[in-house]
């Protein structure tokens, strides 16, 4: 036979190998197979592929400046959706990044999967120098929720399913899934694949509360004079949004909503008490936490601002048994998932219940009424350059003429103020710092809030807060998302007019570049870049920019003297009660 004939018969030669597939496609089949198809994060090796063939595959792979703030995206984008948010980095360093956002997602109970390649095991193991070498695995256990490691191919499926059960079963949080190079590029049959794929059935079941459980609580309810309901961003994530609603409106019982729990029900419902914080804090006898945890932010529970110890009785919901009693004695523990918890207790009184005493709603309508009418008069305020109040003011009407709007907030100021004066009318619209008030959140979140949601998106930083993430506005710019960031410069940490105390030329410590231009770093990268003075000029440019859709940045000009020192917190901040000690001489 002929070489010519040879080809020939090998050509028409019918092709009897078996089809393969690959760790990189099973492990984008696996996220596809379960409905997970965004993912967030920074290129490079080993995963530089992997992102490849997922945008190629139809998964959304929204590339990032830096890590930390990929994972920030993917972590509320797990809070908004209520499925875990992919996150995908490269080894040891990047790793390093994305770790930060994993673990506060673990500590805000966000759902969130963080994807990170990895050196080779027999390498890193004898720690013979591999590139990036590092244990990731053992240096994530203690930060989230579970960490699981893939070594073979056939073995992805089931991984990224354990991956999605943990992160959204009992109290949600963070999830690591280490991937070794070698394991994306391992060669499988691809029937073997396919087979080898889970699909996540209920991986957030209900979680009914003891009946005995909900009749105690009812029992402590009827015994208040002075009740009090305060929810927490755990009741926004629960989207147990009607039922909520029904439980307050059918008691009576007037509310507080912690910061991304506003606009459950909107801030100007009758029954809200944000207006009326203190008071109801100090003088409620009776108080039900709806997806609230008694940490910090509500001051452990007990102290000045919770009156005199024994006061009160607590009634909580929470899905984790462990949260109970962490601060003070819960009187009545309501251990299940926020939606069955409350459609217990509205069942028991959704008929011939007895509103809470006038005396009470009175007091607190009075004080209400009383700090509003205080407050307006600051938010008037009309000055250039502006102050918190003035420029806050502005931004309030913006939010008010576009509830479905989404806010982003962080900061020091910037942030305090902006929970007290900004009202929100909708759900899962008021995004910020969480429970451990870290800063460099914003980018993030502002990015995510548009790819998850498609609406216009008012991120409010503070320009300390902004300095984390501010280079993210590239890729505002590069996905043209409808975000507006509006920066409150006033040339520093906390305020611009700190001094170096040595006498020295160097800037003091929190302050900033004077009359920095951030809205040219917005123009830089083809976006819309506007320098605001006034109120007036601030409303009109971020209204524009939410009516358009253009990715927007404002540099507000704040009163560099504006501002105090950590906000709200300055309590936590010590400071040296201690003179310099003099020199020794000789």
């Not at 990047?94 to 990895?118: E, K, Q, V, Y």
Request: aromatic share 4%; glycine share 10%.
């Amino acid at each position: 036979m002929s070489a010519l004939a040879e080809v020939i018969e090998t050509e028409d030669a019918p092709d009897t190998a078996p089809a393969q597939t690959d760790g990189f496609h099973l492990i984008i089949d696996a996220l596809k197979l379960n409905g997970l198809t965004t993912i967030y994060g920074v290129p490079g090796i080993p995963i530089t592929d992997l992102g490849r063939l997922a945008q190629a595959e139809g998964l959304r792979v929204i590339s990032f400046r830096h890590e930390q703030h990929a994972g920030n995206a993917a972590a509320i984008a797990g809070f908004l959706t209520k499925k875990p948010g992919i996150c995908l980095t490269v080894s040891a360093p990047g790793f390093l990044n994305g770790l930060t956002a994993l673990a506060n997602a673990t500590t805000n109970c966000f759902p969130m999967i963080l994807i990170s390649g990895s050196s080779e095991r027999e390498i890193v193991d004898l720690q013979q120098g591999d590139y990036e070498e590092m244990d990731q695995l053992a240096i994530a256990r203690p930060l989230c929720k579970a960490a699981f490691r893939v070594l073979h191919a056939e073995d992805i499926g089931i991984a990224v399913a354990r991956a999605i059960r943990a992160a959204l079963s009992g109290r949600p949080g963070g999830v690591y899934l280490d991937v070794p190079a070698k394991l994306l590029s391992q060669v499988v049959d691809a029937e073997l694949g396919a087979r080898s794929l889970v699909k996540v059935i209920d991986p957030a079941p209900a979680q009914i509360p003891g009946p005995d459980a909900v009749k105690r609580a009812i029992d402590v309810l009827k015994g208040a004079e002075r009740p009090l309901i305060i929810l927490g961003k755990g009741a926004a994530y629960a989207q147990a949004d009607d039922d909520i609603r029904a439980l307050i409106e059918a008691s009576g019982i007037p509310y507080l909503p912690m910061s991304m729990a506003k606009g459950l029900l909107p801030d100007t419902h009758p029954q809200c008490a944000s207006a009326a914080r203190s008071l109801v804090l100090k003088d409620a006898d009776v108080v039900v936490l709806v997806g609230a945890r008694l940490n910090w932010l509500l001051s452990h529970g007990k102290g000045k601002s919770w009156g005199p110890p024994g006061s009160k009785r607590f009634i909580q919901i929470d899905i984790e048994p462990k949260e109970m009693d962490s601060n003070v004695e819960i009187a009545a523990p309501l251990v299940g998932d926020i939606g069955s918890c409350v459609a217990a207790l509205l069942d028991r009184i959704s008929s011939g219940w007895q509103a809470p005493p006038v005396a009470w709603i009175e007091t607190i309508e009075a004080k209400k009424q009383d700090n509003l009418s205080k407050m307006a008069g600051r938010l008037g305020r009309n000055s250039s350059p502006m102050d918190f109040h003035g420029a806050l003011s502005a931004l309030r009407q913006i939010v008010k003429d576009r509830p479905d709007a989404i806010l982003v907030n962080e900061g020091a100021n910037t942030l305090d103020l902006a929970r007290g004066i900004i009202d929100m009318y909708q759900p899962r619209k008021r995004l910020d710092v969480g429970t451990w008030g870290i800063m460099g959140i914003g980018m993030g979140f502002a990015i995510a809030a548009a790819i998850e949601t498609g609406k216009p998106v008012l991120a409010v930083e503070g320009d300390s807060a902004f300095g984390f993430s501010g280079m993210e506005i590239e890729t505002i710019c590069r996905y043209r998302l409808p975000v507006c960031v509006v920066v409150f410069n006033n040339n520093g940490i906390y305020r611009g007019t700190d001094v170096n105390p040595s006498g020295g030329d160097d800037a003091a410590t929190t302050v900033f570049v004077e009359n920095a231009r951030y809205d040219r770093m917005m123009e830089a990268f083809g976006g819309v870049g506007v320098n605001a003075t006034t109120p007036d000029e601030l409303a009109r440019a971020v209204a524009e920019a939410m009516d358009s859709g253009r990715p927007t940045l404002v540099n507000a000009v704040i009163d560099p003297a504006a501002g105090t020192e950590s906000g709200n917190i300055g309590k936590l901040n010590p400071q040296s009660a201690v003179g310099r000690k003099p020199k020794a001489v000789g």
